[in-house]
C-alpha cells in the first residue's frame, strides 16, 4: 500500500524514508472505508490503472461493453442497497456514455456516483485541444444532484465524501465526482494521506416528520369515505418493508402500488387494487400517496383518470419541493418513509376504523370481475405466441420463484407484463421507472444478480433488448445467473409497419424472424428458440435451475403489439392529415 520514495525523486536529504502515498491509494482507501464493494464501469485513460488496483485491494470491478450499462448497473445497485452505486468511465465521450444513466438515476432518485477521470485542467480550460477534451464538470452539473471535482490528492477523502452523503441523503440521486488524470498520480504524505481520508457517518440522517403534519394527514384519512394508498418506489427504496404492510394492515384500505413497489406487499394481497386501477383512482375520496410523486405516471393528480369528485391527498415524501407540485395536498407529511410511517402507525393506536364496507366490497368486486376476465387470456397457447400467452408462462415461473428478480423494459411488453405478473416480495421488480427509458435492461439485470445473488429474470422487448444486447458478453464473462427473454415481435411495437413509399424497411420494423438466442451462443452462454408458452416456460425453467447465463427469443405475433403499448395517447396529433 505504501511505498517508499526513492531517493532521487525527493528534494530533501533525509527524506529517503518518508512514505509517500497517492492518488490511486487514497481514491481506493477512501471507497473502501465507506464501505463500496463493487465498481461498474469501463476502463481506459486515465482510469485503467485505478481499477486493476481497486480490484487488487479488493473491490470488484465489473467491466462492461458500454459505459450507459455499467452506469444504469451502479444506479440500481444503489436503489437496491440505498448505497450508492459506482460508475468508473474514462474523459468525454466515456464519461457522455455514462452520463444519461447518471440523469437517469436522479430522475428515478437511485443513489449513484459517476467517477469519470478527465483531461489536464489547464489545456481543457484554455480549450488548446487536449485527448478527450471535454470541461465534464460544468456539463454534468444541471444533470444530476450535486457534482465536485478533486484537484490535490489530500482532498480525495474529503471528495468522496461529500460526493456519498449527496448520493444518499434526503432525496438520493446521481452524484457526479471529477477526477482529473493527473490526481490518480499525484503522491503525497502517507500519513497526512491517510489522516485526510474521511468515514461519513449517518450518510443518509433520519428526517422525522413534525408531530402536527402527522396528526393532520390521520384526521384526514379518517374521515375518508373512499380511502386510498398509493406505493412508489420510494416506498420501496426506504426498506421499511414491514412498517408499510402494518400500516396498509392496520388501516385497511386498499392500496396500488406503482411499477417498481409491486411486491412491497404481494400483488395477490386481499387489499391489493392493482387489478381495479382505474376504478381506485377515479372514485377515491382521499389518496395517501407514500413514496409516490403525482407526475405523468399518475397523470399529474387530475384529470379524467382522476374523475369529477373532489378528492384530497395526503404524501408522504422526504423532499418538501415535492408537495403541491401538480395539485394541492391537503396533508403534506415529510420526512424518510420509514420514520413518516412509524410515526403515522404510532398515531393510529389500537383501534383505527376500518373503511366503510362499501368501499372496500365495490373495489374487491371490481379487481376479482377484471382478474377473472384476464385469466384466459393468459392460458392462450397460440403459437406465434401473443403478448398474453407468453406472458402467462412467466407469470407462473414468477409465482413459483418469488425470490427471484424481474427486469423489464419494452413497450407491450413491459405495459402488459407489469400487469400480467404478480409480484410476492419487495424490490423484485425493476423497470423502465420513471422516464420509461429504452436501454436500462442488462445493466439492472448485471448489477441485480451481482448485488443480491438472486437469479435474475429480464422481460424484453426485442427493441429494448437491442439497446444493451451487447452486455450479453459481459453476462457470460461473469457467469450470472441472468435469463433474458425476447419478446420477438420483429420490430417497436409490432413487426407489421409497412413503409408507404416502399424503398426502405418501415421505420419501426427490424429484421424477420430474427434469433437472438444465436446471439450468446457467441460467448458459450445458452440460446434457445421458444414458440409456444409450454417451450417458453421450459426453457426458462432450465436457466434458472441450471443457473446458466440464457437468451430466449420468444417467437411473438408480428400482428400482436399496439403502437406505444398503453400510452399511445402521449404521441402528438396534429389536426392536419397525415401524408
Ligand atoms: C432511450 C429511448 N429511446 C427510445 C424510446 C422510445 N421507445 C419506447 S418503447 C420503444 C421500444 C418498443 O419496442 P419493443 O421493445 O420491441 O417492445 P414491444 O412493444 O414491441 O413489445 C422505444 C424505441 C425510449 N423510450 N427510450
Ligand atoms: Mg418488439
Redesign the pocket.
Known sequence: MLETAAPAADAKAGDAERKLTDGFHLVIEALTLNGVTTIYGVPGIPITDFGRQAQAAGIRVISFRHEQHAGNAAAIAGFLTKKPGICLTVSAPGFLNGL?ALANATTNCFPMILISGSSEREIVDLQQGDYEEMDQLAIAKPLCKAAFRVLHAADIGIGVARAIRAAVSGRPGGVYLDLPGKLFAQAIDAEAGQKSLVKVIDAAPAQIPAMEAVTRALDLLKSARRPLIILGKGAAYAQADEQIRNLVEKSGVPFLPMSMAKGLLPDTHPQCAGAARSTVLKDSDVVMLIGARLNWLLSHGKGKTWGDAPKKFIQIDIEPKEMDSNVDIAAPVVGDIGSCVSALLDGMGGNWPAPPAEWTGAVKTKREENIAKMAPRFLSNKSPMD?HGALGALRTVVKERPDAILVN??????D?ARGAIDMYQPRKRLD?GT?????IGMGFAIAAAIETGKPVLAV????????SGMEVETICRYNLPICVVI?N?D?????TDVNAVGSDPAI?TFVKGARYDKMIEAFGGAGVNATTPDELKRAVDAAMDSGRPTVINAV?DPAA??E??SIGKLNPQSAVRKK
Open positions: 444519461t403478448f423494459e419494452g413497450a407491450n411488453t413491459l402488459l423502465v422516464w420509461g427509458v429504452m436501454g424484453e422487448g426485442d427493441s429494448a433488448f437491442g439497446f419478446f415481435n420490430g417497436i411495437y409490432r413487426g419501426t411473438i403489439g399496439t406505444s403499448g
